[in-house]
C-alpha cells in the first residue's frame, strides 16, 4: 500500500541519541529503515545537536528528533525502534551509558499511557533540553497532552544553552 494512503495512520514523535562511532551516519541508515518499514513513514527531522552527557562522564551526544506517521500499535513501534537499536550495535551495561543508537518515542498522537514497557509522553520530555530544542524546531505547536504545554513552551522553561545544532 502507498505510504500516502495508510488508513488510521497517527503523527507520532520520536528522539534519536548516540555517542559511539559515525552517530550521524547511524542516524541516517535508522531514517531510512524507519521510512523502509510497512506502516511507518518519516515526515519529518531536525537538525542534529552536539551536546554534553546527561548521567556519568562520556563523550558529547548527538541528538535529533523525527516526525513519523504510523498505522502500527505503540508497542510495535516501539519493538521496531528496539530492533534498529540493535541492529547498530547498541550494547546495554552501564545505565545512562555510551550507546551507538537510543531511539525514544516520545509522542504516540495525544495517547497517555503508562505500561510496565512503554511511558508516553517520554517522562523526560519535560526536562530534557536535548529532546525539547529539536523537537521545538519540527514541531513548535504540538501541545503535550499531560500538562497541556506546546513544546516550545516546554523549550522556554529549560535551559537551552548547551544544545548547539551541527552546522
Ligand atoms: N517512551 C518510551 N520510549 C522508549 N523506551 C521506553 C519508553 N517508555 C518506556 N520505555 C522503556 O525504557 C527501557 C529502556 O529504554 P532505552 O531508552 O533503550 O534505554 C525499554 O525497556 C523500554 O521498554
Ligand atoms: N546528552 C545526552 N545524554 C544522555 C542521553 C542523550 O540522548 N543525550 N541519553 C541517555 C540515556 O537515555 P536512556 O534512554 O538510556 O534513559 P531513559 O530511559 O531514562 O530515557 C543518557 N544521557
New binding site residues.
Partial sequence: MPKHSLPCAIPCAI?L?GNLGDVAATFERALAALDATPGIQVTGRSRWYR?????PPQPD?L?GCALLKVALSPEALLDRLQALENEAGRVRTV??GPRTL?L?LLLYGDRVMQTPRLQVP?P?LGDRA?FAVPLAEIAPDWVEPLTGRAITQIAQTLDCSAVIPLA
Fill in positions: 528522539a541519541g551536546n554534553p552527557p546527561m548521567g551526544f541528538n545505565h545512562w537510543d525514544d517520554h523526560g536535548f
